[in-house]
């Protein structure tokens, strides 16, 4: 299974599995949505592992797609950083402040700080009014 749905300080998420990757294309978050409407949920939890290869390349567009296409779902989404995971280019840092504006997407250096920031940004259901 790709993402196990996840009932965890008063909200339900999706989570991929750590150190696999899930989206080879940017065209494969359709997963990620397709799983938080089947555990009737707007909020992800993934791990940057599970991400395209390029999604921390801003250049590469794959981030800006992406993360527009959860927001157009309404869809939260916190990304936990692997110790082993590349640098992100430059730009991307610019990306993450813009994105936390909207509270749409964070990233984080380990899994409890990411599903206390979507615990504090969704309502106990996971749903976002």
């Known amino acids: 299974?790709?993402?196990t749905a996840i009932r965890?300080?008063?909200i339900v998420f999706v989570e991929g599995i750590p150190a696999e990757?899930?989206?080879?294309a940017t065209k494969d978050v359709t997963r990620v949505i397709e799983a938080c409407f089947s555990a009737g949920t707007r909020a992800a939890?993934?791990?940057s592992s599970n991400l395209t290869p390029r999604f921390f390349d801003v250049s590469s567009l794959e981030a800006g797609e992406i993360l527009q296409?959860?927001?157009n779902y309404r869809i939260h989404l916190a990304v936990v950083l692997d110790p082993d995971a590349g640098p992100a280019s430059r730009r991307f840092h610019e990306l993450l402040e813009a994105e936390r504006r909207d509270a749409h997407f964070s990233v984080f250096s380990d899994r409890p700080a990411a599903v206390a920031w979507l615990a504090d940004h969704l309502p106990a259901t996971g749903e976002r009014t």
Do not use: A, Q
């Not at 990757?21 to 080879?24: A, P, V, Y």
């Open 8 to 10: 965890e300080s008063g």
């Open 21 to 24: 990757g899930l989206l080879e």
């Open 45 to 47: 939890l993934l791990y």
């Open 1 to 3: 299974m790709e993402f």
């Open 69 to 71: 296409k959860l927001r």
